[in-house]
């Protein structure tokens, strides 16, 4: 899967109604920034071709090597996002422990949080890379923050390999196709 973030122009059900029928879309998400008076359109495709051929995402950051890390509430339509990158190049031993953190220890401490709905995560070969979390509430993001800070490096993990974030944003869900995130 492919991740496309494009500042988003168009009114938010609008952008989302021009996606509808576009092949190779997985989801798509207007989300408005709590800090930035411009809305973004986050995208995933199954391939970067897929992203090429909608008009509207024309311009946006891509991340490739895109995997969802859902939590089974799928019945639940996201209302906040947030997104939060990684800029610049990481060399192959912090993007290694990087995925390590993500999937033996932050992954398993969100999973089972009131409101968290799942997870994007997309890298690109340089080592950058974004994740877009979805979840139905504040406090589920506040939740998902305190569970992350709280865990504990696990055997082995080297600290100096774990950078933190370059940007956060805390946003508004606007509209989405489809109304739930992926299950997995």
């Known amino acids: 899967m492919h991740i496309r973030i494009t500042p988003l122009d168009a009114p938010a059900e609008e952008a989302i109604a021009q996606l509808e029928q576009q092949p190779g879309l997985v989801s798509a998400y207007a989300l408005r920034p709590?800090?930035?008076?411009?809305?973004?359109?986050?995208?995933?495709?199954?391939?970067?071709?897929?992203?090429?051929?909608?008009?509207?995402?024309?311009?946006?950051?891509?991340?490739a090597d895109c995997s969802f890390e859902g939590t089974g509430h799928n019945d639940e339509r996201p209302a906040y996002g947030q997104i939060v990158y990684f800029d610049g190049a990481r060399t192959q031993a912090e993007s290694a422990a990087?995925?390590?953190?993500?999937?033996?220890?932050?992954?398993?401490?969100?999973?089972?949080?009131?409101?968290?709905?799942?997870?994007?995560?997309?890298?690109?070969?340089?080592?950058?890379f974004a994740v877009v979390a979805l979840t139905t509430s504040l406090q589920a993001v506040?939740?998902?923050?305190?569970?992350?800070?709280?865990?504990?490096?696990?055997?082995?993990?080297?600290?100096a390999l774990l950078t933190g974030p370059d940007r956060i944003q805390l946003a508004w869900v606007l509209a989405a196709l489809p109304t739930t995130p992926l299950t997995v």
Do not use: C, F, H
């Not at 033996?104 to 089972?112: F, M, N, S």
């Open 142 to 159: 506040e939740d998902a923050q305190r569970a992350i800070m709280s865990t504990e490096l696990l055997p082995g993990e080297d600290p």
């Open 98 to 128: 990087i995925d390590r953190a993500n999937r033996e220890r932050i992954a398993p401490a969100v999973r089972a949080i009131p409101g968290n709905l799942g997870a994007y995560a997309g890298r690109n070969p340089d080592g950058s």
């Open 34 to 63: 709590m800090d930035k008076p411009q809305p973004v359109l986050v995208t995933v495709w199954e391939a970067v071709d897929d992203a090429d051929r909608a008009p509207i995402t024309a311009g946006g950051e891509d991340y």
